[in-house]
């Protein structure tokens, strides 16, 4: 069964700072991979997917993320961080299979001043 | 559009009574997701429609959870009876072409159950 983990629970970085946020996927055949972004109290946003083709995808906000089907990974980049990023980051993987999206279990961007 | 719409927002319920949260999903799509988070255990799929159809429900934690989607245009997902533990905030997503768009996020409804 396909899975996501993001490994880091916290992440905090200075403002103007850059950013990774990993991902790494368990998955048998190529997925189809998403980051959201949700602010409290809020539904999730998406932020980039990648499908096929380029694996460095440009999303919203600055945002992009790198296919490394090597290393199972989709991280998630910015290269300076505004004090408005901070919120919940989630990966997610789709299946060609079925047609489930899982979700890791988000990680938590906090920004210093 | 105004999006994946969900109601209410927050419920307050208490132990043992019948909860009802409802989604009405963005016009046109044909997928629709439920989705339970907590900080336990994430985000949680509990089961998903395709055409107004479940598709998959085995993200249902239990027979007191139960999912309808009468007609294209609106979702339901019911308790009962109620437990503490169902405390979450519960998602409703819906898509297009599934495989090959995301899915679009409601606002989400803060259950408690007490």
């Known amino acids: 069964a396909q899975s996501v983990t993001q490994p880091d629970i916290h992440i905090t970085v200075s403002e103007g700072a850059s950013l990774e946020l990993r991902c790494n996927y368990s998955y048998g055949a190529t997925p189809y991979l998403f980051w959201y972004v949700q602010s409290p109290g809020q539904g999730l946003q998406l932020l980039l997917k990648?499908?096929?083709?380029?694996?460095l995808v440009q999303g919203i906000k600055g945002f992009e993320a790198e296919f490394k089907r090597s290393q199972s990974s989709f991280n998630l980049r910015k290269p300076s961080v505004h004090w408005s990023d901070a919120a919940e980051y989630f990966c997610a993987v789709a299946s060609n299979r079925d047609d489930k999206i899982i979700f890791g279990k988000g990680t938590r961007l906090h920004i210093l001043p | 559009d105004a999006g994946v719409i969900q109601s209410p927002r927050h419920e307050v319920t208490e132990m043992g009574q019948e909860v009802t949260l409802r989604c009405k999903p963005i016009?046109?799509?044909?997928?629709l997701f439920w989705y339970r988070q907590t900080m336990m255990r994430g985000l949680e799929l509990l089961i998903y429609?395709?055409?107004?159809?479940?598709?998959?429900d085995s993200g249902m934690p239990e027979d007191r959870f139960s999912a309808k989607m009468p007609n294209a245009s609106f979702s339901t997902l019911k308790i009962q009876p109620s437990e503490p533990r169902d405390s979450a905030v519960y998602f409703c997503a819906s898509s297009l072409k599934r495989r090959r768009t995301e899915a679009f996020f409601g606002q989400g409804t803060r259950l408690t159950v007490v």
């Open positions: 990648y499908f096929s083709g380029d694996t």
């Open positions: 429609f395709n055409n107004n159809v479940p598709i998959d």
């Open positions: 016009s046109g799509h044909d997928y």
